[in-house]
């Protein structure tokens, strides 16, 4: 057996319509034997670099723990993100919508839905005498509301550093800066109600985020052009119509 495998033999190509010789090699059943075995080695060795480096390994079945796989654990966080920020233009879009078109309102019961408000909203457009409002903060008004110089809030001066709670549990549909108003923070609440706080200097909260009644939602400020001093100016919304906050608050 051995000297077979041993013997040599020729491997001879031949032309097909003259017979003539085209190439020949003398080659031995041992060689032969290790030409395959190299050759599967290769392809074995370069199967496994394939699928143990690039990512075809997550091709095999069971390969390991889709939990603990970096890329999908990556891309899972980016599609959170994604749909947190949806989530939240949607409140914001249906903030706005509140304000600018009263008579298609929908409110927002705290728990996440969004509920049609087509019945007068026996239950959920209350007035605002029947609600008790938390204090954004304690300071000096500076300015009224007055619908005749379009100053639609209340002005509050305070401290350098106070922080402005929010007057109800709420949504927060806004929550960005503008070249006017500064620092602005914008909440919907219960019954078609949105307060909205300018010029502070850092806001705390984030659109899309629910806020308690007496939250700390930013900090007293003095940013945008129409403001001389640290201050607030609150807003209140009710149905669209600004009202003045001033007849239901204390600021004192």
Same mark, same amino acid.
């Given at each position: ?14 032309? +097909? ?11 031995? *059943? ?15 060795? /370069? ?17 390991? +723990? #889709? ?9 899972? /966080?980016? #599609? ?10 949607? &409140? ?14 929908? &409110? ?5 839905? &969004? ?19 938390? /204090?954004? *903060?304690?300071?000096? $008004?500076?300015?009224?509301? +007055?619908?005749?110089?379009?100053? *639609?809030?209340?002005? $509050? ?9 929010? $007057?109800?549990?709420? !949504? ?23 307060? !909205? ?7 705390? /909260?984030?659109?899309?985020?629910? #806020? ?30 600004? $009202? ?9």
């Amino acid at each position: 057996m051995g000297s077979k495998l041993s013997n040599k033999y020729r491997l001879v190509l031949l032309d +097909d319509d003259t017979l003539g010789e085209i190439n020949s090699t003398r080659l031995s *059943l041992l060689s032969m034997l290790a030409f395959v075995a190299t050759l599967v080695c290769l392809v074995a060795i /370069s199967t496994y670099l394939l699928f143990s480096y690039t990512p075809l390994r997550y091709m095999i079945p069971g390969y390991a +723990d #889709v939990n603990n796989n970096k890329e999908y654990i990556t891309l899972l /966080s980016k #599609v959170e993100d994604i749909e947190t920020e949806l989530d939240a233009q949607r &409140i914001y879009t249906e903030g706005i919508k509140n304000m600018l078109n009263p008579s298609k309102l929908k &409110i927002d019961n705290l728990d996440g839905n &969004i509920e049609d408000n087509n019945e007068n909203q026996l239950s959920g457009n209350l007035p605002v005498e029947h609600f008790y409002f938390y /204090s954004p *903060l304690k300071g000096e $008004i500076s300015a009224g509301f +007055d619908l005749n110089e379009n100053h *639609l809030g209340t002005d $509050i001066v305070a401290e350098k550093g106070t922080p402005i709670r929010s $007057i109800q549990d709420g !949504v927060v549909i806004n929550a960005d800066w503008s070249a006017k108003t500064g620092n602005t923070i914008s909440i919907q609440h219960r019954s078609n109600l949105v307060s !909205v706080y300018k010029h502070n200097s850092t806001l705390l /909260s984030k659109i899309g985020e629910k #806020v308690g009644s007496g939250e700390a939602i930013a900090i007293i400020g003095n940013t945008g052009e129409f403001t001389s001093g640290p201050h607030v100016h609150l807003e209140l919304w009710k149905n669209g119509v600004p $009202i003045d906050p001033a007849k239901y608050i204390v600021f004192d």
